[in-house]
Structure formats: structure tokens, C-alpha cells
């Protein structure tokens, strides 16, 4: 029986390839409002980060998050995204 290829995607901040399914998708859409993907399949531009707050901090304080989704991110968005990792860490 054939194996099925795992889709790898690189985060942002860290640089390392994991499972798509392991790291969080943030996108930002047609409108300019960036949020969390959690289907991971919503349309817009996307980037990947691994779900750990530091992974978060280095990713906003480099501007890597910044120049993947190709827009200004504000303190809100941050805290939103670092909210979704928390309740992750939590949950998961």
C-alpha cells in the first residue's frame, strides 16, 4: 500500500518545516483583516507559525509575520493570534 505524502509547511519565525497540521495558519483576506485559520483552508494569504508564544514574539519583533502576509500587523492581531495559541497549548 502506497504511504500518503504529509504536507510540510515552514513556520515564519523558526524556519523549520513541521505537519501542516502541527502549526497554526494565519491569513489575511481580500479586506485587509488578518485572523486565524483554523480550517486551513480559508482564502486569502496565508503564513504558517509554529503554536508557541515565543515562536509569536519572534515572528512580530523580526517583521517576518509582517512580510509573509504583506501588511502591518497591529497589537490587536497579535494578541489574538497569541490568544489562539494559548487556548491551544491548553486544549491540545
Do not use: H
Amino acid at each position: 500500500m502506497k504511504q500518503k505524502k504529509v504536507p510540510v509547511r515552514m513556520c515564519v519565525a523558526c524556519r523549520q518545516g513541521k505537519p501542516k497540521k502541527e502549526l497554526i495558519r494565519i491569513v489575511r483576506n481580500k479586506e485587509g483583516g488578518v485572523g486565524v485559520d483554523l480550517t486551513g483552508k480559508a482564502q486569502g494569504r496565508g503564513a504558517y507559525l509554529c503554536p508557541s508564544v515565543d515562536c509569536l514574539e519572534k515572528a512580530v519583533k523580526s517583521r517576518a509575520l509582517q512580510r509573509a502576509l504583506e501588511c502591518e500587523l497591529t497589537e490587536e492581531m497579535a494578541a489574538e493570534i497569541k490568544r489562539v495559541i494559548l487556548r491551544r497549548e491548553i486544549t491540545g
